[in-house]
């Protein structure tokens, strides 16, 4: 089946540095990857869709300069959150369609971030 | 008002007994319709798509109600590996999934 990896697993850093997310499809071409975050006990929500070559799409609400999005290739995407804040901690999950699937979606195992 | 919304549970249910728990979804345009299981600190893994007609994939039995807009999840038999929080998930027209904040199963010895 299809592979989605994500690096790091988990990440902790201090408040005001950024990190950089990535997230790899590893047997299969992914034209489009979304970002989701995750608070506790909560539903995921989407908060941008990349396409390969192209500027990412933020939903309502997200900051796109404070979380940048890159898709340089058909088989990576990263999220770098800039300037971190507790507020920020939480589990970011990307997920990667197919070439062939309009709606199927293969998640990333998620990365715990945590900001002191 | 949420576009998914679950009932959070918990469902403590015995092992080998039957639970079922629905959704509503709030888009009457919505395309397509999954169940998701996410254990916990782990990321969602597709259980099984829902069809209009009604689907069963094993001890799994999913129903989709297009006129009151609802889906629900039936698992029979269930087993201790059953415990997980169980995720609706709607697509709208984009292809964009929208997750419900899920529902907690607990399947107790």
């Known amino acids: 089946g299809a592979v989605v990896s994500q690096h790091p697993s988990w990440v902790i850093c201090k408040s005001g540095t950024s990190v950089k997310i990535e997230c790899r499809s590893l047997?299969?071409?992914?034209?489009?990857m979304f970002w989701y975050r995750q608070f506790p006990k909560q539903s995921l929500m989407l908060m941008a869709t990349?396409?390969?070559?192209?500027?990412?799409?933020?939903e309502q609400g997200v900051e796109k300069d404070k979380f940048l999005i890159n898709h340089a290739s058909l088989t990576l995407s990263t999220l770098t959150v800039t300037s971190a804040h507790p507020e920020d901690s939480s589990f970011y999950i990307c997920?990667?369609?197919?070439?062939?699937?309009?709606?199927?979606?293969?998640f990333g195992p998620g990365t715990r971030l945590t900001v002191t | 008002r949420k576009e998914v919304e679950q009932d959070p549970g918990p469902f403590n249910v015995p092992e080998g007994a039957t639970v079922a728990f629905n959704c509503t979804y709030s888009n009457s345009a919505s395309q397509s319709f999954f169940w998701y299981r996410q254990d916990c600190r782990k990321e969602p893994k597709l259980l099984m798509s829902?069809?209009?007609s009604g689907n069963e994939d094993g001890r799994f039995t999913a129903q989709l109600n297009r006129a009151s807009q609802y889906i629900s999840l039936l698992i029979r038999d269930s087993k201790l590996s059953d415990s997980a929080t169980y995720l609706c998930?709607?697509?709208?027209?984009?292809?964009?999934?929208?997750f419900g904040a899920g529902t907690q199963v607990v399947v107790t010895p």
């Open positions: 047997d299969f071409q992914a034209t489009t």
């Open positions: 829902v069809y209009s």
């Open positions: 997920s990667a369609r197919d070439r062939a699937s309009y709606y199927e979606q293969y």
């Open positions: 998930v709607v697509t709208d027209s984009w292809g964009k999934l929208q």
């Open positions: 990349s396409n390969e070559g192209s500027k990412a799409t933020y």
